[in-house]
């Protein structure tokens, strides 16, 4: 089955404690990018990636770092967490076909609350 | 600065009737739009789409009007069903920026009522 995983899917954390949040999709998609959903204020990209060791700043990047070792798997590292970053996380895949239409697939979510 | 909003954070529509999400946009750059589609504790899912080349874009029970000289975008669901319940949001890109830059709006979260 095509899809996008992200774990852990539920995380509480404290300031400050250094976490990862893994990506991984099967689809061989170039394109993958993270975002984060809060209230009022829809979707925003965090950082994405064009390809393998090819990333760069979306539009609330700071206190997030990311890396492309691999095609499938995106991580997203908060390396001092602060309570701000308490929001819903999602992944996304796409391939790069260099039409319009291609689609994002988006993971499951994963919900992070830093105390 | 909210590039596309979403106006209405929530909308009740009673079982077959049509329900109209209704998503403006100020970046007139913008050139292709996209209705994504969200259940609780799932990630969004693509609906739908249009360029701004064309006014309208039909698939199934689900139409997306375009209007460009008043930036806005709507999109119809005709019947409504209780399955459509979930938040929509709505995006947009720009041709410099390519198809996987998307400019989200807030959601609006869409209950069918039986």
Redesign the interface.
Known sequence: EAQ?TQNPRYLITVTGKKLTVTCSQNMNHE?M?W?RQDP??????IY?SMNVEVTDKGDVPEGYKVSRKEKRNFPLILESPSPNQTSLY?C?S?P?TG???????????TRLTVL | DQQVKQNSPSLSVQEGRISILNCDYTNSMFDYFLWYKKYPAEGPTFLISISSIKDKNEDGRFTVFLNKSAKHLSLHIVPSQPGDSAVYFCAASAPRQGAQKLVFGQGTRLTINP
């Open positions: 996008v394109y990018s975002y009022g204020l829809g979707l925003r990209q994405y999602f996304a796409s790069l039409t319009r239409t291609d689609t994002q697939y988006f993971g499951p979510g």
